[in-house]
């Protein structure tokens, strides 16, 4: 396996919710895919919210995976590739924004309401219109300001060393 290989197995951000909220998929692929996801129909044309299914730390269809996922390139594979990165520095990466993940998904769990979201991405977009609106109930929540900056945080790391933002 090359690196690039390896930190896509090693990652999942893309698979697990992450950095990408949903998959588009073409009209030639919803036969083959209906049988192992649950795929929402939109014109004719299917998508599915991640995180996926089919991920269980690393792909289960990876042969069989949606073209947009096989097409899917972040800015730190990217960076990989063009040896602007070595292995090492990638792997340090990603195990800081997991890091930055679970410390922000326990504050989650001590938020007096639930988060309508299964997605990690989508929970983050829930939460920011949350913010933008300034609800009494964000008061209550534990540590505030921590949840605020480990967000922050980590959208800086997602947008710079993946491309991709939540809060965008």
Partial sequence: MNDSTNIC??????CDGTVVGFVQLGREELPGLRES?????????????QP???????????????????NFECA???????????Y?????????????KIAIE???ALLPFELQSQSFY????????????????????PNHLDLLSDLDQLDRVLSKEFGASIFE
């Fill in 106 to 108: 326990g504050m989650l």
């Fill in 37 to 49: 996801m649950d795929i929402e129909n939109a014109n004719g044309e299917g998508f599915f919210l």
């Fill in 9 to 14: 197995l090693s990652c999942g951000f893309c």
């Fill in 52 to 70: 996926c299914s089919n991920y269980c730390g690393g792909c289960t269809i990876y042969s069989k995976r949606p073209r947009q996922c096989a």
């Fill in 76 to 86: 730190l594979l990217e960076s990989l590739g063009q040896k602007r990165l070595d």
């Fill in 88 to 100: 090492d520095s990638a792997v340090k990466i990603v195990d800081v924004v997991r890091q930055k």
């Fill in 122 to 141: 989508f929970k983050m977009v829930e939460l920011k219109k949350l913010l933008r609106r300034n609800e009494p109930e964000l008061s209550l929540v």
